[in-house]
């Protein structure tokens, strides 16, 4: 299946003429962006699909978080004559939807007309059979019909025919019926880690009456099968993967680059695992067994191998030295690959597909890295793609220090913009040859003494002394990281200030420090604080509060930058 292909099924084209265009919205992503770092909109989707600008117009909302048939028109005259279609109640629709609890009777109809689901013009009134079919006034919407389809301990699958123009109404009609859908927001607490509150309501059938032909027509989206699984109280796993997968639709019609986030463990409703894009890998990372049990393992991994492109899913554990509480103050970077945990003996377990190549070459924003799924450490942090872009455009004419340079990302970002010079720190000589790699497969010139094996700070002491300057340093530091005595030399908590206040001491005037963490129990404030700190008279300026890529940004504290100006 190709990628066009598996977008089409994500989000289908239902039908298509001179003045409209109807589509299957998938759960995950909004219709239109409405500020910068979220996944792209069903909108911008839909632009790079079909290769074309042409402005669409939105004439009725489904929720982020639902899913189902979506109405758009192609003039705002057109547009404007749907809507009032909607306001009048001249539409038919029929929702699919899982909602809490049992209901007592078979079908329900309900009269009401309602406001938002904070609140309500007058209060409901179910109605028997009967009396539904009279009207409580000439302008007044017809009932709400709830429908029992099949019912489980704890859930109910249930259809819903309404002509009511919007979801919150809705919403409250079940309210009324003392129904609540799975995943409705209301009522319910909530955090910004915490599990996505995905909604068990699809709008399955849509009847239109089509603005030039003169005639109705119906469009349909066939209800989620998870819909009927959660009503016999099983799991929802695939649905929530297609929803992830669904915010980052844009990074699979990206094709300057293959290798980037898939889900987010208990931020996007999967506790406990983590998946990774790494070209023909799925990476999936164990962040807590106990949620993470195999059978969930094994049915991601069957679910991932349909990506186009995709030959093998592998499977491993979270650092040993990382917490498996998501959510926890531990980052998830360790010093030394050979250090971290694994899945079972001999490193990442392949779960799906076949074995690969034991160093595929991924494309980032066209440059190219070489990374390693079936080890310990991959080799490349995919938090950071929007960062090594912003390093590429900064670097022309500039000499640039990236400590704690790992595989060199940030290094082969700022050569292939034009750097005068690169320098890459780390203590790895394993990671320093895996860097010279990633600048041959970019065809970036590369010199024996701007890869340094040193400390951090033995580093910046010697740079010093010999009065070097640097226009642009990058610090994106470890959580922790083993001496060459194999005792921790550096705990980011700790010492990340004094790194900071010598990097200031070598930064050229006017310089730039991009400074980045993934730990947890760190703010971004921190970070303001360390570079206040170790500033002196210099008094940085901010220039960026970088936002993660929107594959990241599900989980707001998955990792932290700031880019300062010293003058």
Same mark, same amino acid.
């Given at each position: 299946?190709?990628?066009?292909?598996?977008?089409?099924?994500?989000?289908?084209?239902?039908?298509?003429?001179? =003045?409209?265009?109807?589509?299957?919205?998938?759960?995950?992503?909004?219709?239109?962006?409405?500020?910068?770092?979220?996944?792209?909109?069903?909108?911008?989707?839909?632009?790079?699909?079909?290769?074309?600008?042409?402005?669409?117009?939105?004439?009725?909302?489904?929720?982020?978080?639902?899913?189902?048939?979506?109405?758009?028109?192609?003039?705002?005259?057109?547009?404007?004559?749907?809507?009032?279609?909607?306001?009048?109640?001249?539409?038919?629709?029929?929702?699919?939807?899982?909602?809490?609890?049992?209901?007592?009777?078979?079908?329900?109809?309900?009269?009401?007309?309602?406001? #938002?689901?904070?609140?309500?013009?007058?209060?409901?009134?179910?109605?028997?059979?009967?009396?539904?079919?009279?009207?409580?006034?000439?302008?007044?919407?017809?009932?709400?019909?709830?429908?029992?389809?099949?019912?489980?301990?704890?859930?109910?699958?249930? #259809?819903?025919?309404?002509?009511?123009?919007?979801?919150?109404?809705?919403?409250?009609?079940?309210?009324?019926?003392?129904?609540?859908?799975?995943?409705?927001?209301?009522?319910?607490?909530?955090?910004?880690?915490?599990?996505?509150?995905?909604?068990?309501?699809?709008?399955?059938?849509?009847?239109?009456?089509?603005?030039?032909?003169?005639?109705?027509?119906?469009?349909?989206?066939?209800?989620?099968?998870?819909? $009927?699984?959660?009503?016999?109280?099983?799991?929802?796993?695939?649905?929530?993967?297609?929803?992830?997968?669904?915010?980052?639709?844009?990074?699979?019609?990206?094709?300057?680059?293959?290798?980037?986030?898939?889900?987010?463990?208990?931020?996007?409703?999967?506790?406990?695992?983590?998946?990774?894009?790494?070209?023909?890998?799925?990476?999936?990372?164990?962040? =807590?067994?106990?949620?993470?049990?195999?059978?969930?393992?094994?049915?991601?991994?069957?679910?991932?191998?349909?990506?186009?492109?995709?030959?093998?899913?592998?499977?491993?554990?979270?650092?040993?030295?990382?917490?498996?509480?998501?959510?926890?103050?531990?980052?998830?970077?360790?010093?030394?690959?050979?250090?971290?945990?694994?899945?079972?003996?001999?490193?990442? $377990?392949?779960?799906?597909?076949?074995?690969?190549?034991?160093?595929?070459?991924?494309?980032?924003?066209?440059?190219?890295?070489?990374?390693?799924?079936?080890?310990?450490?991959?080799?490349?942090?995919?938090?950071?793609?929007?960062?090594?872009?912003?390093?590429?455009?900064?670097?022309?004419?500039?000499?640039?220090?990236?400590?704690?340079?790992?595989?060199?990302?940030?290094?082969?970002?700022?050569?292939?913009?034009?750097?005068?010079?690169?320098?890459?720190?780390?203590?790895?000589?394993?990671?320093?040859?895996?860097?010279?790699?990633?600048?041959?497969?970019?065809?970036?010139?590369?010199? /024996?003494? /701007?890869?340094?094996?040193?400390?951090?700070?033995?580093?910046?002491?010697?740079?010093?002394?010999?009065?070097?300057?640097?226009?642009?340093?990058?610090?994106?530091?470890?959580?922790?990281?083993?001496?060459?005595?194999?005792?921790?030399?550096?705990?980011?908590?700790?010492?990340?200030?004094?790194?900071?206040?010598?990097?200031?001491?070598?930064?050229?005037? =006017?310089?730039?420090?991009?400074?980045?963490?993934?730990?947890?129990?760190?703010?971004?404030?921190?970070?303001?604080?360390?570079?206040?700190?170790?500033?002196?008279?210099?008094?940085?300026?901010?220039?960026?509060?970088?936002?993660?890529?929107?594959?990241?940004?599900?989980?707001?504290?998955?990792?932290?930058?700031?880019?300062?100006?010293?003058?």
């Amino acid at each position: 299946m190709s990628t066009p292909s598996i977008v089409r099924q994500l989000c289908p084209l239902l039908h298509e003429d001179d =003045d409209i265009l109807v589509v299957g919205k998938p759960p995950g992503i909004d219709l239109e962006r409405t500020r910068a770092g979220e996944p792209a909109s069903l909108l911008e989707v839909l632009a790079l699909v079909r290769g074309s600008s042409e402005k669409c117009h939105i004439v009725h909302r489904l929720g982020r978080n639902e899913s189902g048939v979506v109405v758009l028109g192609k003039s705002r005259n057109v547009a404007d004559q749907l809507r009032k279609g909607f306001r009048t109640h001249q539409m038919g629709l029929e929702f699919a939807a899982v909602v809490r609890g049992q209901m007592e009777r078979a079908r329900v109809a309900i009269t009401a007309v309602h406001g #938002t689901s904070r609140g309500q013009r007058r209060p409901p009134r179910r109605t028997g059979k009967s009396e539904a079919r009279r009207a409580v006034r000439a302008d007044a919407p017809p009932p709400t019909v709830i429908q029992r389809l099949r019912a489980g301990r704890r859930c109910t699958l249930v #259809t819903i025919n309404t002509t009511l123009d919007n979801v919150h109404a809705l919403r409250a009609q079940l309210r009324a019926a003392g129904l609540t859908a799975l995943g409705d927001p209301v009522g319910q607490r909530g955090s910004r880690t915490g599990p996505c509150p995905l909604s068990c309501l699809h709008l399955a059938r849509l009847v239109v009456p089509h603005p030039t032909l003169g005639r109705k027509l119906t469009f349909t989206s066939a209800p989620p099968a998870a819909f $009927a699984q959660l009503a016999q109280d099983d799991s929802d796993l695939e649905r929530r993967l297609e929803a992830a997968l669904a915010r980052r639709l844009a990074c699979l019609l990206d094709g300057s680059t293959d290798a980037y986030g898939l889900l987010l463990g208990r931020a996007e409703g999967v506790p406990g695992v983590q998946a990774e894009r790494f070209g023909p890998v799925v990476l999936l990372t164990v962040l =807590d067994g106990r949620r993470a049990t195999p059978e969930l393992l094994e049915r991601a991994a069957h679910w991932y191998l349909r990506l186009p492109g995709v030959r093998g899913v592998y499977a491993k554990e979270a650092s040993r030295q990382s917490t498996v509480r998501e959510g926890a103050g531990v980052g998830r970077r360790g010093a030394e690959a050979d250090q971290e945990g694994e899945f079972g003996p001999g490193g990442p $377990a392949l779960l799906a597909g076949r074995e690969v190549e034991p160093r595929p070459v991924v494309r980032e924003r066209g440059l190219w890295y070489q990374v390693a799924p079936g080890e310990g450490s991959v080799g490349l942090y995919l938090d950071q793609r929007e960062n090594r872009a912003r390093v590429r455009e900064l670097a022309a004419g500039r000499s640039v220090l990236n400590l704690f340079a790992y595989t060199s990302g940030f290094s082969v970002a700022a050569a292939a913009g034009g750097a005068a010079r690169v320098v890459s720190v780390d203590l790895s000589p394993k990671y320093l040859t895996w860097g010279r790699e990633n600048f041959a497969l970019n065809n970036l010139p590369i010199t /024996d003494e /701007d890869f340094v094996r040193a400390e951090a700070l033995d580093y910046l002491r010697t740079a010093q002394r010999r009065h070097e300057a640097f226009d642009l340093i990058v610090i994106d530091p470890p959580t922790f990281a083993h001496g060459r005595k194999g005792k921790t030399s550096f705990q980011v908590e700790r010492d990340l200030p004094r790194v900071v206040a010598d990097a200031v001491s070598v930064l050229a005037p =006017d310089g730039l420090l991009l400074l980045c963490t993934n730990y947890r129990k760190l703010s971004r404030g921190f970070l303001e604080e360390c570079a206040r700190r170790a500033a002196g008279p210099r008094r940085p300026r901010v220039l960026e509060r970088p936002a993660l890529p929107p594959d990241y940004a599900a989980d707001h504290d998955y990792a932290k930058s700031i880019l300062l100006r010293f003058p």
